[in-house]
């Protein structure tokens, strides 16, 4: 037997409150506009549909009489059921990154390549973040953006440049990076609004490297860029 869109749509609402609620460990006492309000700087889908969610809470309220489940006194329109099961489903099942956006190629290094045959090698691939490994563990990653501020600096010091590149150690130039936390590690698990909300709450952020369990000890399995970030809100939209 088919559902009524009230049935659907009561179906959804709750998919998204036990969601949410079970995502952030919020009270059962919280009304679900709060659960909502509260969700908005951890999650980017409720982050966008906030207001959308607010007025479902309402709609919900409406459609069920006095609290009583079991009497239903509207029927909410079919844009409004499609609309509100397709954020159920993104809340609580959302696409994994790694399944749909970054670049599955990594092209790893060893922390004693110089310089120069690094920059040869973004040329040659166009990859421009290289994960650098010292044995099977990851030191840090050379980014072609944070290189050339690297050697712009050392320009203005009056550094030989040619000499600098081609005796200078990769791992040397990642450490002159500094700890500005441009990059994160990350399991095989990320979702697409996970890794939308890293980049959002971390603006110097330009890099996730993926692992299978996030240590810098495992392979790399995909590199997300903030370039990313347009293809996976276009992920969100569709899904």
């Not at 990769?170 to 980049?199: K, P, Q, R």
């Amino acid at each position: 037997m088919n559902k009524t869109n009230a049935e659907r749509f009561i179906a959804a609402y709750n998919q998204i409150d036990y969601s949410l609620r079970t995502i952030y460990d919020f009270k059962r006492s919280m009304s679900f506009s709060d659960v909502v309000r509260r969700s908005v700087v951890l999650n980017s889908v409720v982050r966008k549909y906030e207001e959308d969610l607010i007025d479902y809470g309402r709609l919900r309220n409406a459609i069920i009489h006095n609290g009583n489940k079991k009497y239903i006194i509207a029927e909410p329109h079919d844009n409004i059921v499609t609309k509100i099961e397709k954020l159920a489903n993104l809340i609580s099942e959302p696409p994994v990154a790694i399944d749909r956006v970054g670049n599955k190629e990594v092209i790893t290094i060893n922390h004693d390549m110089k310089i120069a045959t690094a920059m040869e090698l973004i040329s040659r691939t166009g990859y421009s973040n290289l994960p650098i490994y010292d044995g099977e563990k990851l030191i840090g990653i050379l980014n072609g953006r944070k290189l050339i501020s690297v050697l712009g600096q050392k320009i203005g010091e009056k550094v030989n440049i040619q000499d600098y590149i081609m005796n200078t150690e990769v791992s040397t130039v990642v450490e002159n990076m500094g700890d500005d936390y441009y990059f994160m590690l990350a399991d095989e698990d990320l979702t697409i609004d996970d890794a939308m909300n890293y980049f959002e709450n971390n603006r110097k952020l330009l890099i996730i490297l993926i692992t299978k369990n996030g240590k810098d000890t495992g392979k790399p399995l995909a590199i997300i860029t903030a370039a990313d970030i347009i293809d996976m809100k276009k992920i969100l939209d569709v899904y």
